[in-house]
């Protein structure tokens, strides 16, 4: 669908919810989150009480195992961690259109999740938006580092710059075998639980989807928070 048209629900796949195997939560109406340390005491009063999509999250679960995924879990308490809420509160600060979030596997590789997306790309035909939460960059260890002098840190820089041309040439195989192709791809995921997401979200937009970058910005100088959306080409 296309990121002008509201959705009728919406799918996250998130890097803050690790599972061994693929898992939605099924819940009528989702809990915030408060999933992070040492914030602001504002961000802990923040709420995004968005409706749970339950009959989207059997849906998904149809998709997958259909696709050959041999096992789906349910999880029917969990809500929506802040990779889930913090950008639907921004997007959609209503709150009114029903979520379900789907979990990343970070044993697995980005092939697999890769593969996942593929399995999920009807639902682009249903109205649902389907939205990867991750992190172009995420090496938290190197945040003192560069923070506070305005620098880029020179790995995480070629790493994005990487990133970039390989999305909007639409070279999905090698974003797949990013940890081979990718300069750098050790330094700035030390785990792969953030870059997962994205591989999700680009398989399921196609093998000829179009990458357009509709946002770039630099926190600390090394957090890329370059943020990419995928349309079929026409």
């Known amino acids: ?17 690790e599972t061994s195997v693929p898992t939605v939560n099924i819940v009528q109406c989702n809990e915030t989150i408060h999933d992070f340390h040492g914030s602001p ?21 149809e998709l997958l195992l259909a696709s050959g995924f041999d096992h789906v879990d349910e999880d029917r308490k969990r809500g929506l961690d802040h990779g889930a809420w913090i950008p639907l509160m921004l997007m959609y600060p209503e709150a009114d259109i029903p979520v379900c979030q789907l979990s990343v596997m970070p044993e697995k590789d980005g092939t697999y999740h890769y593969n996942m997306g593929k399995a999920l790309a009807p639902l682009k035909e249903e109205g649902v938006l389907i939205n990867g939460s991750g992190s172009a960059t995420h090496n938290l260890r190197a945040l003192k580092q560069y923070a506070g002098d305005g620098s880029v840190a020179p790995w995480a820089l070629a790493f994005d710059t990487w990133l970039k041309d390989a999305l909007l040439e639409g070279r999905h195989e090698d974003v797949n075998r990013y940890e081979e192709k990718a300069p750098y791809a050790k330094t700035v995921h030390p785990s792969t639980e ?12 196609s093998e000829d989807a179009k990458a357009k970058l509709i946002h770039h910005s630099w926190s600390r100088g090394s957090l890329s928070y370059a943020s990419y959306q995928f349309t079929a080409a026409s």
């Open 1 to 17: 669908m296309a990121i002008k048209d509201t959705p009728k629900s919406i799918l996250v796949v998130s890097g803050h919810w």
């Open 41 to 61: 005491k504002e961000m802990y009063q923040l709420k995004c009480p968005s409706p749970g999509a339950p009959e989207l999250a059997k849906r998904v679960k």
């Open 194 to 205: 953030h870059i997962y997401p994205l591989h999700v979200a680009l398989g399921a937009a």
